[in-house]
């Protein structure tokens, strides 16, 4: 039973590109997580999202962010209009609906390097 | 707002030697806290989950304690090898039905052999 999976794991883009990481829940999972950790910070909240539907968006930022979790494949987060600042590791995490204690599983993450 | 901290940031110890790393959390409402271990350019390993009703939770040579009411948790490792360096994080989850994670910013560990 594969893991939780994310692509690429690394990705370099310039100033003003676009970025797109993707991310395959573990087997049975629907519901995904996606975080984001700086340099020297802990992980913070992004987006929940169940199959075709956003649950909570509040940790996303208000622009140039986005996420989608389409009935078919992966989930994607897409940074439009990168800047130096949007350099991190972008974790997702995804849980089984049956689960009631929403026991996330993580992925190894995306290193996005902006330059 | 929950607000998690870890201390210290860094910590390097000779083999052999037992690890004690802090967690500590404002809001003492939690459902569980969990701890993980990172590896540099990897995920997320988690290492032991305890729920609010418990006090301690043990996995190998690894045992975790829970103190809400002090909003504490520790993390022991014992006998470390260099195997064990790594960063621990501790992610705390406020109620049962929320799903949103609060993390402390890790403490990383060399062990030197």
């Known amino acids: 039973n594969a893991g939780v999976m994310q692509n690429p794991r690394h990705l370099v883009r310039r100033r003003g590109q676009e970025a797109r990481l993707r991310c395959s829940p573990m087997k049975g999972h629907s519901h995904v997580y996606w975080y984001r950790q700086l340099p020297e910070e802990g992980l913070k909240f992004m987006v929940y999202l169940q199959k075709e539907n956003i649950i909570d968006e509040s940790g996303m930022p208000k622009e140039r962010f986005s996420a989608e979790f389409p009935k078919e494949g992966p989930s994607i987060l897409r940074i439009q209009q990168v800047v130096r600042g949007d350099s991190a590791a972008y974790f997702c995490?995804?849980?089984?609906?049956?689960?009631?204690?929403?026991?996330?599983?993580f992925g190894p993450g995306t290193r996005l390097t902006v330059t | 707002k929950q607000e998690v901290t870890q201390i210290p940031a860094a910590l390097s110890v000779p083999e052999g030697e037992n690890l004690v790393l802090n967690c500590s959390f404002t809001d003492s409402a939690i459902y569980n806290l969990q701890w993980f271990r990172q590896d540099p350019g990897k995920g997320l390993t988690s290492l032991l989950l305890i729920q609010s009703s418990q006090r301690e939770q043990t996995s190998g040579r690894l045992n975790a304690s829970l103190d809400k009411s002090s909003g504490r948790s520790t993390l022991y490792i014992a006998a470390s090898q260099p195997g064990d360096s790594a960063t621990y994080l501790c992610?705390?989850?406020?109620?049962?039905?929320?799903?949103?994670?609060?993390f402390g910013a890790g403490t990383t560990v060399t062990v030197r052999a």
């Open positions: 992610a705390v989850r406020p109620r049962s039905s929320d799903y949103k994670l609060s």
């Open positions: 995490a995804s849980s089984s609906p049956g689960a009631e204690d929403y026991e996330q599983y």
